[in-house]
């Protein structure tokens, strides 16, 4: 039986087909095994490597095309947390998908705002793993209903916390003196935005992400978006699951319906 394709960009503008190849990053090796072996079954993934440290997995990865990494949280030589940061700023990022023993709510929140695709703990059944797994080909996140549940209380959690801090800072700031604002000012990190309840996450968009946001609405397809911007299905799914990301959501349906609330209830 063959397995389900994505197209690439070939030499010379060809399309080339094939499916995503994956790594399974755990120190235990029964473990790896019984992974490698459900994932194999899966159609348009194959198991091409494997790793049992965060620098076997690193080293791996020079010489190895991989598209998804299976990343477990309790490595010997490292923190898993700190490996999916690593991955996830290389030029060409692969699909990480965290594997924990327990759902942990402070692991759950740093890895998938680190850059992580996914989250399952370690008692997720194989048949879960079939339905939940081929939702990469469709840039949606691997995690189930409970967990995805989870991560959006969390990230709210985590909205409102900033949001009573820039409270406190501007309350803070406007009983201050001029001289004391302007030392407070020159205090704050550029690189962290206070949250500003007026702008919308929509606006946290890329170009590119906004682009393909649009026709996401429109019903179009992945396929039909790749072919409408003349890039890989593949690409597609890594905008959409920065899309889903920065919108508190994990799935399309959920991403499309929050348009209409972040337009303030006009669906334009």
Not at 13 to 20: A, F, H, M, N
Not at 142 to 150: G, K, N
Not at 211 to 237: D, E, P, W, Y
């Amino acid at each position: 039986m063959s397995k389900s394709t994505y197209s690439t960009p070939g030499k010379g503008g060809l399309s080339e087909e094939r499916s995503l190849r994956l790594m399974i990053v755990d120190d235990h090796e029964l473990l790896r095994q019984g992974l490698r072996k459900v994932i194999n079954t899966i159609k348009g993934f194959t198991v091409v490597a494997e790793a049992n440290s965060c620098q076997d997995a690193l080293t791996q990865i020079q010489h190895t095309k991989v598209d998804v990494v299976f990343v477990d949280l309790s490595l010997p030589d490292g923190n898993g947390s700190e490996l999916v940061r690593v991955l996830w700023q290389r030029s060409a990022p692969p699909a990480i998908v965290v594997l924990s023993a327990t759902l942990n709510d402070d692991l759950l929140l740093e890895t998938m705002l680190a850059g992580a695709s996914g989250y399952l703990t370690k008692d997720v059944l194989a048949s879960e793993m079939a339905q939940l797994l081929p939702g990469l080909h469709r840039g949606e996140m691997v995690m189930t209903p409970s967990i995805a549940s989870r991560l959006i209380h969390l990230l709210i959690q985590k909205c409102l916390t900033l949001e009573m801090n820039r409270i406190t800072s501007e309350s803070d700031t406007s009983a201050s003196t001029p001289a004391d604002q302007n030392q407070n000012s020159s205090d704050i990190h550029p690189n962290i935005p206070l949250l500003n309840k007026e702008v919308s996450p929509l606006s946290h968009l890329t170009p590119q992400e906004d682009k393909i946001f649009q026709l996401m609405r429109l019903g179009l397809s992945n396929k039909q978006i790749a072919s409408q911007l003349a890039i890989s299905r593949f690409t597609v799914g890594k905008h959409i699951q920065n899309i889903l990301r920065k919108l508190g959501v994990t799935n399309r349906t959920q991403a499309a319906s929050s348009y209409t609330a972040f337009k303030g209830g006009k669906d334009v």
